[in-house]
């Protein structure tokens, strides 16, 4: 597929950046989204507004979904305006999102059913990396569909990987989410029990940060939890949002995960408290301030 028409839906921070990126790389994309300004100022670069999700799939080759929720992915796709009803024969939905595996398998069966075809391809790293064409991309589906779009995921992503089966990229996105998140919130919960121990935050840092507990998910919560600098970039409402799926994936695989659902109750708790909009190392204030 060589230059093809690309329509991309949802132009957040990390959408928002994927199409300047590929629009610095030639391409003129059709888009969407509900923010106009983020819309404007993708036209005033040379990007068209789509009146319908129905019309953008139309009249694109690739359909790009950069979205929050499986809920809003399948509000776009379905219903007489939807992506389903405009998909052309042999185009492909990419879903860069954080989705629910069993929600991706379904709609790429319906896809499927109209002669297109889908790839699910969440994202790792930053809006930054995004509009450099630097993100990490964990992409899955039907290896000639993956095959069909790699030229462009090459353009958006410093690391492609492929993964197999239509939904295994949300799945491993699910479980690389469930492990980053569990990780910052015991460490975070350490840095608030040291405090109320009287053991001092940096000392423990130190000494922490010698042995194999070491990571860069210690200094985002050290950044925190001792600088009162919050820079992880990653809400404590979408570390929420990805717990629940994960925990529904795992409920749909007939297992379950007790150190998920701990995770997923402190973060519950902490968005409960109005602290969504705080980055995910912010939970150490709800943690600080726990009582019996």
Do not use: W
């Amino acid at each position: 597929m060589t230059q093809p028409v690309i329509g991309f839906i949802g132009l957040g921070l990390m959408g928002g950046n994927m199409v300047e990126c590929l629009q610095k790389n030639g391409f003129e994309p059709i888009i969407m989204d509900l923010n106009k300004d983020a819309v404007a100022a993708a036209v005033a670069r040379g990007a068209t507004e789509a009146t319908s999700p129905k019309a953008l799939a139309e009249a694109a080759d690739i359909v790009m979904l950069c979205l929050t929720t499986s809920d809003v992915v399948e509000a776009l796709m379905y219903g007489d305006e939807g992506i389903l009803a405009g998909i052309k024969e042999g185009a492909v939905v990419i879903d860069y999102g954080t989705s629910i595996p069993a929600s991706t398998r379904k709609i790429g069966a319906d896809l499927a059913a109209k002669g297109a075809g889908m790839v699910d391809a969440p994202l790792g790293r930053t809006p930054a990396h995004a509009k450099d064409g630097l993100l990490n991309i964990m992409a899955s589906g039907d290896k000639e569909t993956f095959e069909k779009v790699k030229p462009v995921l090459d353009i958006q992503g410093e690391n492609v990987f492929y993964l197999g089966a239509l939904g295994a990229g949300h799945t491993t996105k699910l479980i690389n989410n469930f492990m980053g998140m569990t990780t910052v919130c015991a460490m975070s919960q350490a840095f608030a029990v040291a405090d109320r121990a009287g053991v001092d935050r940096q000392q423990l840092f130190e000494i922490m940060s010698t042995g194999p507990s070491n990571s860069p998910f210690m200094q985002f919560c050290k950044n925190y939890a001792v600088d009162g600098v919050s820079d992880l970039g990653f809400s404590i409402a979408n570390a929420n949002k990805d717990l629940g799926y994960f925990l529904k994936m795992v409920e749909d695989m007939g297992t379950r995960a007790q150190i998920a659902e701990g995770t997923s109750a402190n973060l519950q708790a902490a968005f409960d408290s109005g602290m969504g909009d705080g980055n995910v190392p912010e939970i150490f204030d709800y943690f600080l301030k726990l009582a019996k």
